[in-house]
């Protein structure tokens, strides 16, 4: 350190590292792992009211949300055959993913079998009602049903 004719403390050379905060990210994620039994999905709905609320929907579009989940995870649960699995691999994993003017939930589940629900069914048909978008896919062991609501343009 050095000092100037005034007598004020000055750096030699200036730091080289910024010390600005890094700009928040514009996406964001929450991942809840739960039991995969009906018991625990509470959890994930209440959740859903929170993320919902935080991409700025309506009372009315979290309230969607949170039936369109319950929904989804009643597919999830309804449509599969799990093994139980050490260590949480047999848990029902939500992420949630806030995107902008996008909401997108992921539901997953380790299942031993899978049967894709009738597009007839009625919780498939609620489901439909309440997203902009929804998929039923399945990789190898792991069934994901992918839902999307988007915010109502103009809020």
Same mark, same amino acid.
């Given at each position: 350190m050095t000092h100037d004719d005034r007598g004020a403390t000055m750096d030699p050379e200036p730091p080289t590292a910024q010390t600005v905060p890094a #700009?928040?990210? =514009? #996406?964001d994620t929450v991942l809840i792992r739960v039991p995969a039994h009906p018991d625990y999905l509470? @959890? @994930?709905r209440s959740a859903s009211a929170h993320v919902g609320t935080k991409l700025g929907c309506t009372l009315a579009e979290v309230s969607d949300l949170r039936l369109a989940l319950d929904e989804a995870c %009643? !597919?999830? !649960?309804?449509? #599969? /055959?799990q093994d139980p699995v050490p260590d949480g691999g %047999? +848990?029902? =994993?939500?992420?949630? /993913? !806030? +995107?902008g003017e996008a909401l997108r939930v992921v539901l997953s589940l380790q299942a031993r079998d899978a049967v894709r629900p009738e597009t007839d069914e009625f919780g498939w048909t609620i489901l439909t009602?309440? /997203?902009? +978008?929804f998929l039923w896919r399945v990789d190898g062991p792991t069934v994901h049903v992918e839902i999307v609501k988007r915010r109502t343009p103009g809020r």
């Open positions: #700009t928040r990210p =514009e #996406t509470a @959890i @994930i %009643g !597919l999830l !649960l309804r449509h #599969t /055959v %047999g +848990d029902l =994993e939500c992420r949630f /993913v !806030l +995107d009602a309440l /997203v902009d +978008d």
